[in-house]
């Protein structure tokens, strides 16, 4: 079965810098790769959607990469803020076209001032 | 503003009774879906629908039925509701197809006393 893994552990980082955050894929590619921000007690909100070829994607301080070969994302946030706090999710489509989603369990990012 | 809007925010039901989560999407989304997210084990699909009075399984589905009567609404029913039932619920909806990202709602969060 397909499956998403991101690092559970909290990433904490120190204002200003570049937060790194990493999913790896099981199974075959998808063909698109999605990215939400989680924050306490409130739904996901979509931020990104990468596809296969794009290898590369930005959207304002936030860039994500698509690596088939190493079945990896990275999802990037430059010139971080302690706004950006909050958990990040990856997810993929499962089979089939209907759009369904398979989440990670997402990593927690701490920005500190 | 377009969103999800889901019917509570806080709910505390008992156990066995029948317990009715409502969500509506006002952006004539086809796809719905219904996940509960718990510590540790990220966010579970229950159940999905792309069409009206259409719903397949999703990964949890036992303890729970959905209804989809009208396109913009999409309820959760627990029939019985059981204390391992306590979660947050989210309810989130898409257009049909792989390439579209997922709007959430706020969330319900649960508890079965």
């Known amino acids: 079965s397909q499956k998403i893994e991101q690092n559970s552990e909290a990433l904490n980082i120190q204002e200003g810098k570049t937060a790194t955050l990493t999913c790896n894929y099981t199974n075959y590619s998808p063909a698109y790769l999605q990215w939400y921000r989680q924050d306490p007690g409130r739904g996901p909100v979509f931020l990104l959607l990468i596809r296969e070829n794009e290898k590369e994607k930005r959207k304002e301080r936030l860039k994500v990469t698509f690596d088939t070969t190493l079945k990896q994302s990275l999802f990037h946030i430059t010139a971080s803020q302690p706004a950006d706090s909050a958990t990040y999710l990856c997810a993929r489509h499962g089979s089939g076209n209907t759009g369904k989603l398979i989440f990670g369990q997402g990593t927690t990012l701490q920005v500190k001032p | 503003d377009v969103k999800v809007t889901q019917s509570s925010r806080y709910l505390v039901k008992r156990t066995g009774e029948k317990v009715f989560l409502e969500c509506v999407q006002d952006m004539d989304h086809e796809n719905m879906f219904w996940y509960r997210q718990d510590p540790g084990l990220g966010l579970r699909l229950i159940y999905f629908?792309?069409?009206?009075?259409?719903?397949e399984k999703g990964d949890i589905p036992e303890g729970y039925s959905v209804s989809r009567e009208k396109k913009e609404r999409f309820s959760l029913i627990l029939e019985s509701a059981s204390t391992n039932q306590t979660s947050m619920y989210l309810c989130?909806?898409?257009?049909?197809?792989?390439?579209?990202?997922?709007?959430f709602g706020s969330g319900t969060r649960l508890t079965v006393v």
């Open positions: 629908s792309y069409d009206v009075k259409m719903k």
């Open positions: 989130a909806s898409s257009l049909l197809g792989v390439d579209y990202g997922y709007t």
